[in-house]
């Protein structure tokens, strides 16, 4: 089974910035959609933005204007650019491999994730 590892998240003061890495175990992962969701504390995962194999990109409202998904097809890796980060992003970050059937829905097994905490 593909593993996740999610990596570079961190405490950042809000308005500041971070970039999120999600490798794929296997190289297959690459030719199919990419999503990063979110957690926050006592709430459900939530949907963040996605990317196909041609790099059509999807966001979620609450971060079009201030998040950029990527990926490096010769890395196996999705990249989450996050500016002007806001106390309202806090949260366990998760990418994982998707579908779209009316919403980008999950495949895998969930990773480790990364935190990524916002101060005021």
């Known amino acids: 089974q593909v593993q996740l590892v999610e990596s570079g998240g961190g405490l950042v003061q809000a308005g500041g910035s971070l970039r999120l890495s999600c490798a794929a175990s296997?190289?297959?992962?690459?030719?199919?959609?990419r999503a990063w969701f979110r957690q926050a504390p006592g709430k459900e995962r939530d949907f963040v933005a996605a990317?196909?194999?041609?790099?059509?990109?999807d966001y979620a409202n609450s971060v079009k204007g201030r998040f950029t998904i990527s990926r490096d097809n010769a890395k196996d890796t999705v990249y989450l650019q996050m500016n002007n980060l806001k106390p309202e992003d806090t949260a366990v970050y998760y990418c994982?491999?998707?579908?779209?059937?009316?919403?980008?829905?999950?495949?895998?097994?969930w990773g480790q994730g990364t935190q990524v905490t916002v101060s005021s």
């Open positions: 296997d190289r297959a992962f690459s030719i199919f959609p």
């Open positions: 994982n491999r998707v579908k779209h059937d009316g919403s980008w829905s999950p495949l895998t097994a």
């Open positions: 990317i196909t194999w041609s790099n059509y990109t």
